[in-house]
């Protein structure tokens, strides 16, 4: 079946480490997306890709880092200059048709000890 | 920038109809989605709207104004299930490129 994969669920790291959360799409959408969700709170973009090898920072880039290597992956690493990191992450792909919806991922829910 | 306000919470009561309002203001718009999110789960997708006028999905429609910048969603006879956070968002091209941008959400809680 074709969809977009968020792995792990859940995750606990000890602060000051790096972690890297996965997102894997089988759609062939070119575009993909990771937001940041806090309690009680809406989605803020982190970073954006439109093509492999490109991204572009969203409105909350600071502490965060991707890659685009293959079209199928858009892997985010939280590095441990982002102050505050526990929070539910969202990662979403879309094609280039920009009247097609953005398809989610279930999350990751990051928690730093 | 980008700006996008929907309110924060709203109540309804089952079998009732509710109006989700959505301002934003943004340069390069190219539309606005719908989603539904329960608490703790992924949203899902609602609807679709990039011409000015009325989108109907079953019991859901949505509304959208270009020239206001406004957009709502409409939900008719309202379910127990249809207590979730609403989330409008806004996608815009700039440079290139096509960014997603979402409010903050409108959290709906239905009574019966």
């Known amino acids: 079946d074709g969809g977009i994969t968020q792995s792990p669920k859940y995750l606990f790291r000890k602060e000051g480490q790096n972690v890297t959360l996965s997102c894997e799409q089988n759609?062939?959408?070119?575009?993909m997306y990771w937001y940041r969700q806090d309690p009680g709170q809406g989605l803020r973009l982190i970073y954006y890709?439109?093509?492999?090898?490109?991204?572009q920072k969203g409105d909350i880039a600071e502490g965060y880092s991707v890659s685009r290597e293959k079209k199928e992956s858009f892997p985010l690493t939280v590095t441990s200059a982002q102050k505050n990191p526990t929070a539910f992450y969202l990662c979403a792909s879309r094609g280039a048709i920009l009247n097609t919806e953005a398809f989610f991922g279930q999350g990751t829910r990051l928690t730093v000890v | 920038g980008q700006n996008i306000d929907q309110p924060t919470e709203m109540t309804a009561t089952e079998g009732a109809i509710v109006q989700i309002n959505c301002t934003y203001q943004t340069s390069g718009f190219n539309g606005l989605f719908w989603y539904q999110q329960h608490a703790g789960e992924a949203p899902t997708f609602l609807s679709y709207n990039v011409l000015d006028g009325l989108e109907e999905k079953g019991r859901f429609s949505s509304f959208l104004s270009r020239s206001k910048g406004y957009s709502y969603l409409l939900l008719k006879e309202l379910q127990m299930k249809d207590s979730a956070s609403y989330l409008c968002a806004v996608s815009s091209r700039s440079g290139g490129y096509n960014k997603l941008i979402f409010g903050a959400g409108t959290r709906l809680a239905v009574h019966p």
């Open positions: 759609l062939n959408h070119d575009a």
């Open positions: 890709s439109q093509i492999v090898n490109d991204f």
